[in-house]
Structure formats: structure tokens, C-alpha cells
């Protein structure tokens, strides 16, 4: 029996916003922007403004001609809303955040860097730490804020929590705790208590979706030791997969195609698998597995190709068969440590970690770059936000508005 997986289920709350981008991934969690998308590129981009926010990887999100943005100063995280048009800072709130970074991530800094939700009027924040805030988005009052250090004995992993959170089924959803121990929860957004949690594994760095086989809901992420997936209502786990990789880095986003998800992490292969419904539960089947792998960076589908960054020699844009997992091509070598992808109507964006944005056409047959853009002078992890007032771009510690010029 095939199981039958729904797109709309991949929709949040947010999604009346949708030419917003209030979440990881953008409106759907995709990696898909529904902002209108330009016809046509022009030799150079144009700083709109610029603003010194602070360190870190997160990327900002954006509602209602608002930005927001989670960063750090000092030993201080700070979130904050400016205005799209003009970088002006509308209110912040800095809250105390001391962090020692373990010191094989010691150059990515102290973060953080989760990706705040914005959804229903709130802002949802999770610190490097652990720390897990609602805001009014309206003004930046706290709503509620928790560390959960009475429930974990580490409140993250061992490189900083990235988990971002989500909203799915009137349910705020969050992956919590440290190495070996921890809980993918569902909370109540209006107050943080405790609706479910699937106790167990604890966070990888990935950030978890939802799916629909055969009419169930289902929350599917990489856990620092497994893939699961639990029941949307109840928490119940429904199926899980064993995956492991090098000191610990479960970080690549599922990507959900058809009836199928697509995993991947660093030194593992990607595979694709369909959970079928029998007569004792789900069960994940693998359809194919391919040689590219993708670290850091979770691709996005285009019709039927899946394009991503791997981190194959030195890093290069790939595109592969969704349905088979065949090679279709792939860039020269050496682009950069890590490339952040966003498809915005028929272009894929990609910002390199130097700071470079390239923009391919997303049906190409090989790798030809129409435009190639210097966007930042320092490191760009963040991912690039595509709206229809230009493109946000996060750099080591300032925000950037960019249009483009004619």
C-alpha cells in the first residue's frame, strides 16, 4: 500500500503571509519563496540600508513589512523588529545569554542560530542556550520566556541549539534538550506548557516538518541519532530510521517530494524513502540512495529536480533526479564551506559563506550562473530572504537590504 503524502500539510498558520517569510525555509518550509519573482537580473544590486545587529547564524523573517531579527552582542542575545523600507529599528530586547562555544565550532562563533517563527501576532525565538521566548510581535513585550534547565540536564547540543521552531496544528514545535537526552515537544504557543513530548534522543541541528501519509499528520526531523517521525496530535511515535553522522552533526532539514522525504547529512549519502502503511504501523521504505551528500545546507525541489549545495569537493550546487536520486549535474568545485539555497519563482539564489549570491535558472541543464553578486565582505550563513522590497542578507554581525538596481 503507497502512502500518500499532502503539500498542503506543509503549510503553518503563517501561511496567509505567504509572500511574507515568517519561518525557517520561508512560508512553507521549503526553501520556497512566493514573493513575486523579478523577470530578469541587472548587472549589480543595491544597498537599500545596513545595520549592525549582532553575530550569528540566524536567518531573519519577515511579516507585514516587518523584519526580525535574533543575533548577539556580548554575551547578550538580542531580538529586534525594524522596518523592511528603512533598516529603522521599530524595538529590541536584549536578555542575558552567557555561552562558552565548544571550541571545534569556536569560529562560527557564539551564535545563535535557530530561526525565529513569527505567526498569530507572536515572534518564537530559540537562544543557542536553549532558551526558548515568546514575544508580542507587535511591540516586543515578553510573553513568556523558559530554559527548560529544570527538565534537561543540558539545555543544548554540543555546537548550540539550531533547531528552529514551527507552528502546525495550533501547536508550537520544538526540539529540546542536549547531547543524549531530550524531548521533541509540543507546546501550547499562547502559554509554553507542555502539550506532548516524544522523550528520547536529544537535538540534532536540523529543524523538523510536517507531512501527511495517509491522513496522519506527522512531524518528521533528524534527532542527534535517528530520524523520526511522531504522530501530530498525540506525540506517538509512528517510525524511525538510525542515522548517525561524524561528531555528531544531524543538520540537513527533510525535504518532503511527492510520497517521499529526502535525507541526508555529512558523510552519509542521500537517500529517499516512502513510509507505507501496514498492518503494525508505518514503515519508512528506501527507494533510492545517492553518492552526493549535503552537510549544512538542505536543498530545495523545482519541479522535478532537487537543487542543493553538497559540500563535495570543497562545495558545489547539484542537481539531482527527486525520483531516482540520479546525478542530473553539478558546479565546478571550491564555492565556499557552505551555500545557503532559496528558489524564488523560476531562479535559485544561492549565498555562499564568502559572501557571494549567485543566481542560477532553476531548469537549466548544467551549471551557468545568470548573475554572480559580492553581497557581504564577511562570513554569510544565514540564508537569503527574497521579499518585495529586495533581498535581506545576514553577514557576520549586520543586516543588508539589497535591491535591485536598474
Do not use: C
Request: hydrophobic share 40%.
Amino acid at each position: 500500500m503507497r502512502a500518500r503524502l499532502s503539500p498542503v500539510a506543509l503549510l503553518v498558520t503563517a501561511s496567509a503571509f505567504a509572500a511574507d517569510w515568517p519561518q525557517w525555509r520561508g512560508p512553507e518550509r521549503t526553501g520556497v519563496a512566493s514573493s513575486p519573482a523579478p523577470a530578469s537580473w541587472p548587472q549589480s544590486l543595491a544597498k537599500s540600508w545596513q545595520v549592525e545587529v549582532g553575530i550569528g547564524h540566524s536567518t531573519p523573517v519577515v511579516q507585514g513589512g516587518r523584519v526580525f531579527q535574533l543575533s548577539r552582542q556580548g554575551e547578550r542575545e538580542v531580538v529586534r523588529a525594524l522596518e523592511i523600507s528603512t533598516g529603522a529599528t521599530l524595538w529590541e530586547h536584549p536578555y542575558d545569554a552567557p555561552y562558552i562555544m565548544n571550541p571545534a565550532a569556536a569560529s562560527h562563533g557564539k551564535g545563535p542560530k535557530s530561526t525565529p517563527l513569527v505567526s498569530g501576532g507572536k515572534l518564537f525565538t530559540l537562544g543557542i542556550a536553549g532558551t526558548l521566548s515568546a514575544f508580542d510581535a507587535a511591540t516586543g513585550r515578553v510573553l513568556w520566556r523558559t530554559d527548560y534547565s529544570d527538565r534537561f540536564a543540558a539545555t543544548s547540543p554540543l555546537y548550540g541549539s539550531a533547531a528552529s521552531p514551527m507552528i502546525a496544528g495550533g501547536k508550537l514545535l520544538i526540539h529540546l534538550g542536549g547531547p543524549g537526552k531530550g524531548a521533541l515537544m509540543a507546546l501550547d504557543p499562547e502559554t509554553g506548557k507542555p502539550v506532548w513530548a516524544f522523550n528520547g534522543d536529544g537535538p540534532g541541528y536540523s529543524s523538523p516538518i510536517v507531512v501527511t501519509f495517509k491522513d496522519v499528520e506527522q512531524v518528521v526531523t533528524q534527532t542527534d541519532a535517528h530520524i523520526v517521525s511522531v504522530d501530530l496530535d498525540s506525540g506517538k511515535l509512528l517510525w524511525r530510521i538510525p542515522f548517525t553522522t561524524p561528531y555528531g552533526q544531524n543538520i540537513v532539514t527533510p525535504v518532503a517530494h511527492g510520497a517521499r522525504l529526502v535525507f541526508s547529512g555529512l558523510d552519509a549519502d542521500t537517500f529517499a524513502v516512502e513510509p507505507e502503511l501496514g498492518e503494525e504501523g508505518f514503515e519508512p521504505r528506501e527507494v533510492w540512495r545517492s553518492k552526493t551528500t549535503f552537510y549544512m545546507s538542505s536543498p530545495v525541489v523545482a519541479g522535478e529536480r532537487l537543487l542543493g549545495f553538497s559540500n563535495h569537493q570543497k562545495g558545489q550546487v547539484v542537481a539531482l533526479d527527486p525520483k531516482s536520486g540520479k546525478s542530473l549535474w553539478e558546479s565546478e568545485g571550491r564555492l565556499g564551506d557552505n551555500g545557503a539555497v532559496v528558489l524564488w519563482g523560476p531562479w535559485l539564489l544561492v549565498l555562499t559563506s564568502d559572501g557571494e549570491l549567485l543566481v542560477l535558472e532553476a531548469e537549466a541543464e548544467s551549471f551557468s550562473p545568470v548573475r554572480r553578486y559580492v553581497v557581504a565582505d564577511t562570513p554569510t550563513w544565514a540564508h537569503p530572504v527574497p521579499t518585495s522590497s529586495g533581498i535581506l542578507v545576514k553577514d557576520d554581525s549586520r543586516l543588508s537590504l539589497w535591491k535591485l538596481a536598474r
